[in-house]
């Protein structure tokens, strides 16, 4: 086989892919959880989280004020030792407050009140600790919640691995634990086409803002640490009828040009793993590039998405975690939870977000 015939696959496979034709949809920059995270009258947890497994525990992080002024008006407050007008005035010289779930009422304990998401499987689990972190103790402005829950004795075993992001959905699915084998998504030619048709794909999306001359100014490659020209893919689903194809999530970071305008497209799609983009699960979005120091260029209102990652998620295979970068204004950037079959958004949280303990 000729050196070049990797390159020329990919563009014919693009060329068909981009005469279908997708159907624009998906998610906007903007878009907010369909079920905003909250504490019911009873104290118990609404929404999804995401987080980290440490051994037979995970640990759920939400960043967001409003949820931490009621898990402490209707959580903490009501147990401290002193009277605090407000949830700043109540940490004092502390950092963190804490409080152990054995403290709860009784009909908060001793079930199953959360539903773990991992790659590897589906795990129920019991909250085990409450810590609320004061304002500036973490890289975010606002106060943060972390919610620890543990696993049961006898479900130990079907535990994500430490250290594995984990996504925790703040209600119980279900008192059985499962294992799931996520399928493994396409590799080496067949992934390289499979990016050049999203990122055309995405072109054709975005064309009225587009030169009708533009072509794609290098091949995409499967990085996730590269700004432009790369991508990464995920099955989701494999075949359901027993032939070769399967949904699998794809997504792009593309450079186009046509003269001397050059435009950053990105967005994730889901696609048969093949050749054809069948929906947008982030809708794509066209950032204009403009000339640097050379070789540099200088990006100016970008927004581009990485695929972070995956947990099984069995109503639609698996739910998605999508780092939405922003190159402008960097606090914006954020990890989307997304559940590609419905196409909602379950949860946000600031990107690399970290607390301190003291």
Not at 23 to 29: A, D, K, R, S
Not at 200 to 228: F, I, N
Not at 335 to 345: F, K, N, T
């Amino acid at each position: 086989m000729k050196a070049g015939t990797p390159i020329v696959i990919p563009l014919l496979l693009a060329a068909s892919a981009c005469a279908a034709g997708p159907h624009p949809g998906g998610l906007t920059p903007d878009a907010a959880p369909t079920l905003p995270l909250t504490v019911d009258q009873d104290g118990r947890f609404v929404g999804a989280a995401l987080g980290w497994s440490l051994g037979g525990e995970v640990h759920l992080y939400v960043a967001d004020t409003n949820f931490s002024r009621r898990v402490f008006e209707r959580l903490i407050r009501p147990r401290l030792l002193h009277d605090a007008t407000s949830i700043d005035s109540a940490f004092g010289r502390r950092r963190v407050l804490s409080l152990d779930a054995d403290s709860l009422p009784r009909a908060m304990q001793d079930s199953v009140d959360a539903t773990i998401l991992a790659e590897s499987g589906v795990v129920p689990a019991q909250l085990s600790l409450v810590r609320l972190h004061a304002r500036g103790a973490c890289t975010e402005e606002g106060p943060v919640t972390e919610l620890v829950y543990r696993f049961r004795r006898e479900d130990l075993g079907y535990g994500p691995r430490a250290h594995a992001t984990v996504v925790g959905l703040l209600r119980p699915v279900g008192t059985v634990p499962i294992a799931v084998a996520l399928p493994v998504a396409p590799s080496g030619t067949r992934a390289r086409a499979l990016l050049v048709v999203t990122a055309l794909a995405a072109s054709r999306v975005t064309t009225h803002l587009a030169s009708p001359e533009e072509t794609l100014l290098a091949m995409p490659t499967l990085d996730a640490e590269r700004e432009d020209d790369a991508g990464e893919m995920l099955a989701i689903a494999g075949a359901s009828d027993g032939g070769s194809s399967s949904r699998v999530a794809v997504a792009v970071r593309a450079r186009l040009g046509a003269g001397s305008d050059t435009s950053l497209v990105s967005g994730v799609a889901i696609t048969d793993g093949a050749q054809t983009v069948l929906g947008w699960v982030m809708a794509p979005m066209r950032s204009r590039l403009s000339a640097g120091p050379a070789p540099v260029e200088r990006r100016t209102g970008a927004l581009r998405y990485v695929l972070h990652g995956r947990v099984a998620y069995p109503p639609s295979g698996a739910l998605l975690l999508i780092d939405q970068i922003d190159d402008v204004r960097a606090r914006d950037s954020r990890v989307l939870i997304v559940d590609p079959g419905s196409g909602q958004l379950l949860a946000t949280q600031p990107l690399a977000l970290t607390c301190r303990d003291r």
